[in-house]
């Protein structure tokens, strides 16, 4: 069995021992002649599992003890939803950062709070060089119950290099495509989110971080699954959690914990993505027209300045067994994702491979 | 490696079978060199593993023309709320069977909506014998959205032996414990929807049956990820899907299949039930309080004469490989939770354990 390099978008690639470990106890977990995954999340046995992987996960992020930690189902699609209505429940008002595509879709479902007032703070630049505002572009009203942004924007590729300052608004970011792949001072957010399938595990569980402060303004009547508080005062089981996907979130945190945490993966991180944004400023073959600076470290999305090559650079990339390079269906062109559990030689793969495609046809 | 017995209620047993070939392709799908859990669900392959479940189970399903089939996140607990978002947009009225605690829990987010008028059609009588109300005791109202029941409720083991006739209103169930295991008729419904984690797979996807001409009348502000018509307009793929969980739903459904279907698995179903109903009703040692024509098939209930016997009856089947037979925490009791997973061998061994310890303790 070869395993191939993966830059998939998401649901993307997980750690090799991690998925060895899965596979080694998928029908016998601990000796018990019962899968993980067919047994009760109330048992002894996968509380354990549970309260291990909030435990990893607190450590790993360096989460305050005025926070709690959540898990829960939806993905970040389901969160766009929860954070209106777990915030907006006294002042009505909340400001959005619009980077792209997934705040967006962010903005559009706080619009459907009844009596919602949502303010868009700052747009990205669409024409021309594309880049993030600055702290000083943004307008936040004071009396906002939240500003809510996208650290990292998957399908552009653009990130923040910075965390905002919002004089007092709770910040609320969708670190889907970032969690974990940096360091992050939680004490400067109200509530972070982010859906599992890139850096954390695989789809169909979201992990959720907010500061205690904020669980008592609920909009009224919030359906049962919506309500942070309601959910925390069950510890994330109010009902059946995706069992097998927390415990395979365990593996990756405990995989994290081994390789030297959020610190040692973060310069790995750096390397991987100056690698690859490298290779595209040193050839005039391929373009990005992010501002360097706000380049995702996560997601490095580049064109071919032929763009006829690009299903041909797909092509050869697959030969190679280079796979999931092909950007966003919305905006085309190539996008390589290297996430935690993408190696340094892979990516360095994909360099080389770029290099060699360059001189090629270039 | 032995395979216990395993009597959960859910998450439940998984067929071997099906765990067996999740293992063996774990780290390597099809040859790809990645897992179904690395590759994104837009993808060919994943598409095709989507497709094929959906599929499948329209087939055991036997699902007419007129329904759409929908895969989404959240359990039944996500559908009591899904549910009169969806339907009463213009009439807020709608009528409840109320069975038992999950009956009570849906009743409880429907009560949420704002304006609505929900009313208990009949409830189950709680003192002495349980039993399932009778069609002719449904005080259903012409001009409700829909009457909604819980044709099995696994923690008392109470099962409805009828469908409800309701004379033209729609009928939602909430079949998260029996679906796939006995024929339904489905043309009778308006809305099934079961969480997949006792009959078809892990935790963390749930199925929705729904006849199209009611995805027009959701209430206004419905968040996007409670709203069927828009979930059904992305294939269910608004967003990522759980789609490990899909594919091991999959794997299920084929499993299924193999085995001869809904048909084939309710006989097997009815033999394994009437086996631990049989030692029960042979031994004053035990009991069930249940109308016998009302008992589950799938959760069979009961209580030992001798209740301060009950850790020890727990105990002894565990040391024989009997897992999982502690009753539901608001009941007490003994719970044998045996859906088609549970093979007729366990549930003999299980009947034979319990003939033995009634004979050396009674």
Known sequence: MTRHPNFSAGPAKLPDEVLQQAQLELMDFAGTGMSIMEVSHRSAG?????????????????????YSVLYMQGGATHQFSCVPWNLLGASKKADYIDTGIWSQKAIKEARRIEGGDIHVAASVNESGLLRVPG?????????????????????????????????????????????????????????????????IGPAGITWVIIRNDLLNQAVTRIPALMNYKNILSQDSMLNTPPTYALYLCGLVFKWLKKRGGVEAIEKVNRQKSELIYGVIDQNDFYANAIEPSDRSKMNVTFSLADQSLESKFIEESEKLGLYNLKGHRAVGGIRASIYNASSLESVQ?????????AKKYG
């Open 46 to 66: 996968f509380l354990e599992v549970a309260d291990q992987a909030v435990s990893d996960f607190r450590s790993l992020m360096a989460i305050p003890d005025n």
């Open 135 to 199: 702290n000083s572009d943004l307008l936040i009203r004071a009396d906002s119950a939240y500003l809510h942004y996208t650290p990292n924007e998957t399908i552009s590729g653009l990130e923040f290099n910075y965390i905002p300052d919002t004089d007092g608004v709770p910040l609320v970011a969708d670190m889907s495509s970032s969690i974990l792949s940096r360091g992050v001072d939680v004490s400067k957010f109200g509530i972070i989110y982010a859906g599992a399938q890139k850096n």
């Open 349 to 357: 793969a994909l360099s080389t491979f770029m290099n060699d495609f």
